[in-house]
């Protein structure tokens, strides 16, 4: 879909923004866990975002986005007003939250991980679940879609790095203090930076708690096709856009996630930083 129009937008705080974006095909068949690939400009990538949210009647879908390159940068420069040059999609597998009505569920969101937690814990309220949301952040001032979420949990946990909300710890501590007060989890669901990932599953491996977490690697066509998305899962290679995102954690190859992760930091940086002279003159 072409030249979408941009219908809010919100900066949730320094450098992450949400945008709600006309897209009525593209909601009509939107489900939790699944992500657009998207191109502000000529000029911009297409960059996959996870549907933070939708609205089938009204037909718009919500991204939330941190700045961190070219790409994102252009995107956070554009208004309410405005649009999008494409967006793609839905795409991925809709996580399988069917089945835990009545269950306790703990989902756990690290820092702009929350954008994708957000979606999974509505919807697992929405079924019946029983709901608590674990929300970490470095400092209080990057705590974001709080007001979202408290309506959709029984429980929600804010946590800081720095204890700037007066709550300090990791997630993991969030998720034991839970666990040591007697709580009971049929399923956790982990969506944040892969070390956050990695250790929530370690945690949960010794109460044999079933954990799913949701993978972003690195990504270029979206449909399995350029190999760029593959993560080593139980020992075998899958594709993130079109096997997962959603993967059982105990399964992941954290590690190797990780190192690949960090293969194009520095040219991100410099796509960032970046200010291309042709593309001056020609404004």
């Known amino acids: ?21 006309e897209a009525p095909l593209i ?19 297409r960059i996959p975002l996870t549907i933070a949210d939708y609205d089938r009647d009204a037909g718009w879908i919500a991204i939330i986005f941190q700045v961190v390159g070219g790409t994102t940068m252009q995107l956070s420069q554009l208004d309410a007003g405005q649009t999008v040059l494409d967006v793609t ?6 996580s399988e939250l069917e089945g835990y009505e009545g269950k306790h569920v703990a989902v756990i969101g690290g820092g702009l991980g929350c954008a994708i937690a957000y979606p999974q814990a509505k919807r697992l309220h929405e079924l019946g679940a029983k709901v608590d949301v674990i929300a970490g952040f470095r400092t209080k001032d990057l705590i974001m879609l709080e007001d979202e979420m408290r309506p959709v949990c029984e429980n929600l946990v804010l946590l800081t790095d720095d204890g700037s909300n007066g709550n300090r710890g990791l997630v993991t501590d969030g998720l034991q203090k839970l666990i040591d007060g007697g709580t009971e989890y049929s399923l956790v669901i982990a969506i944040g ?16 708690i079933k954990t799913v977490v949701s993978l972003n690697p690195i990504m270029v066509d979206g449909t399995g096709m350029c190999g760029g998305c593959r993560v080593s899962v139980g020992g075998k290679m ?21 190192k690949r992760l960090r293969v194009f930091n520095e040219q991100e940086k410099q796509s960032y930083d970046h200010e291309c002279n042709l593309l001056k003159m020609a404004q």
Not at 89 to 94: D, E, H, I, T, V
Not at 238 to 258: H, I, N, S, T, Y
């Open 89 to 94: 999609g839905p795409l991925g597998r809709a």
């Open 1 to 21: 879909m072409q030249n979408l129009p941009i219908l809010f937008k919100k900066q949730l705080n320094e450098n992450t923004f949400m945008f709600r974006i």
């Open 27 to 45: 909601a009509r068949k939107a489900q939790s866990g699944q992500f657009i690939l998207i191109r502000p400009n000529d000029n911009g990538e």
């Open 193 to 208: 930076p892969p070390i956050m990932m990695k250790f929530v599953c370690k945690l949960t491996e010794k109460y044999n």
């Open 238 to 258: 899958k594709f993130a856009c079109v096997d997962g995102p959603d993967f059982d954690g105990r399964q992941v190859d954290f590690d190797e996630l990780m």
